[in-house]
């Protein structure tokens, strides 16, 4: 076998001192970790290796004989550098090493590591060797640790797990939020924080997706330490090593208390009444709707209940709101109690009220007479005595009940229909129930039409003023009452019966009886131009909702003066439903009318709110009799004593007595007797156009004017 010699390479046996500087340069230069340049006392540079190159982009021939300040030193290091440079050649010792922030030749900043040494050879002049390492890489790992930490710190719990799902770590976030330090949970697994709301299926289903995806997030009910319950808001994501196996586990954790109490709080403002703790409208018909669709595919009825609280305006006016709202709370408590659990007791807003009765029967009766059980129930529940505080309150409501089964019903419709049937409860008489059926309907599509009649008739100028005549005991002529009449182009000549409510109803008695006061002070205007009629007066009567407008006294003024009428020619005549409320207010209006020289009379005086108690401190010059009193004259006896009665009660107060409905000669002739002022009715006239009635001032006697249509039935 050959001997083994050594290879006689420029590394073996002593290396000359060329050898070492070829060694030594070949080194500098493919150091390709470290960045080594030389610098001249004055910075200029004379040394620049491959990493240089790398690490601040300038190559060797830009550098060499480059200055270093101008090179890699930022701006704001320029004085700090030079000075450095100076101290190092000054003691030949480098600065000691440290990381700085340098220069790249397209502006970014380079983190190093930077060490220095000065080299001194004989007859030359000194160099200064700086040797950077790429601290780069370095920082961003820094970073990424500085923002995990702060990420683990977050105000989210987290914990990290190993890949049998052992806690290794939770952070001060996850100790807040289970009240389990981290000592306590260290070594566990999240099943210590486990409520058992969640079935074994979930938690399977987890793992699954986790095993597949390496990813899960959703909602979890965890239990803290001390038993509260709570709903989290969780993420796992699986950690992996470069292989692929799972290593960790990292859980992040939300709770979502607050956030559950917001949804909550948002919910209950959106769908609940905040006064009674109802659901509201939209809650209401949202499930009545479903309901409604329910029962067609189930060919089940139900019900709808509308509640209405009677006089509850008079209440609020006389109590005050507060215990109005105290009596609100205490009806929502009843019906709460009364309505099954799957029913529906709701409130629309204000006094009007909601009860939703759901698969009743498939048979419609005994829908019906389960509807109406629940109703009489309501009533009698709603019926009892209330304790406001330290008042006690009777109330009352009234009800009304539309069925709906296999019959397709919009929402709409029904709602319609119950309030149309409540409408009827309250006419009749309140504290009562009535059910919905088609005559209703049919009712309110007439009275829809007869609205938007008046509102074309008041377009097209349909109205006109018809007059009754009204008389002294002799028979003698001294005025009219003005009653409106409308000619429909569709049903003809029509009374005020026909449609006064329904334009008080829809607020179109305003402007009606707007209008009906501006002709009758036209009709004095001119009939004060003429001897024969300068004296007769002329009664309007004025509704509740017109008189309580709050610039009625100044209407009647602009009014009067508009047309130059003597306001002592002018009677107003007011019902007694509007002495019901309010009656303060409602003096200080009539007194400022009577100041203005308005008469003022009391209609229909006996029918309504009649009180001496009130009836002292009005204004008034005149009662009326009504006619239900006059028209069973002189056979009943009842009638007889109610006539005399107001007739005593009028000359007391010093008021004159106006019998309105006096159709024959025995009813005159008894009135009169009893000490009566003044007669209208069909004995003496019938309503009549203006310009009949302008005829018939020129008689001596009017009692002869029936003989005009002797045998026409009375108009009202």
Known sequence: MAELKADPTPWGGRPSRKDTE???????????????QGYLPDGTVVYWNLASERIYGYTAAEALGANLLDLIIPPEMHDQAAAAVRWMFETGKGIPPSRLTLKHKDGRRVPVYSSHTIISIPGQSPVMFCMDADMSALD???????????????QQGMLITDAEGVILR???????????????????????IRSGRQPPEFYRALWQDLRTAGFWQGEIWNQRKNGEVYADWVTISAVKDEQGRVTNYVGTQTDMTQRKNAEAKITRLAFFDPLTQLPNRRLMLDRLQRSVAANLRNHRAGALLFIDVDDFQTLNDTLGHDLGDFLLQQIAQRLSVIVRERDTAARLGGDEFVVLLEDLSSDLTEAAAAAKTVGDTILTSLSQVYHLQEQEYLGSVSLGITLFSQQESSVDELLKQADLALYEAKAAGRNTLRFFDLEMQAAVTRRAALMNGLREGLRRQQFKLFLQPQVNCDGTLVGAEALVRWHCPIRGLMSPADFISVAEESGLILPLGQWVLETACALLATWAAHPAT?????????SARQFRQADFVDQMVATLNRFQTNPRRLKLELTESLLVD???????????????????????FGT????????????????????????DLPADHDSAAIARTIIVLGQTMGLRVLAEGVETQAQRDLLASLGCHYFQGYFFGEPMPTDAFQELTSGPKVNAARLIHPTAEPVL
């Open 140 to 154: 961003q790992a820094e970073a990424e640790l500085r923002i995990a930490a702060a990420a683990f710190e977050s």
């Open 534 to 542: 300068e004296h007769l007066t002329l009664a309007v009567n004025v």
């Open 22 to 36: 070829v060694r030594f340069k070949k080194l500098f230069e493919e150091a390709d970790a470290m960045s080594i």
């Open 170 to 192: 939770v952070n001060a976030a996850f100790t807040r939020a289970t009240g389990y330090a981290a000592a306590e949970a260290v070594g566990k697994t999240p099943r210590l």
């Open 608 to 631: 309504g709110y009649s009180s001496l108690a009130y009836l002292r401190h009005l204004p008034l010059e005149q009662l009326k009799i009504d006619r239900s009193f006059v028209r």
């Open 582 to 604: 309010q009656l303060d207010e409602v003096i200080v209006t009539m007194s400022a009318l009577k100041a203005l020289g308005l008469g003022l009379a009391l209609d229909d």
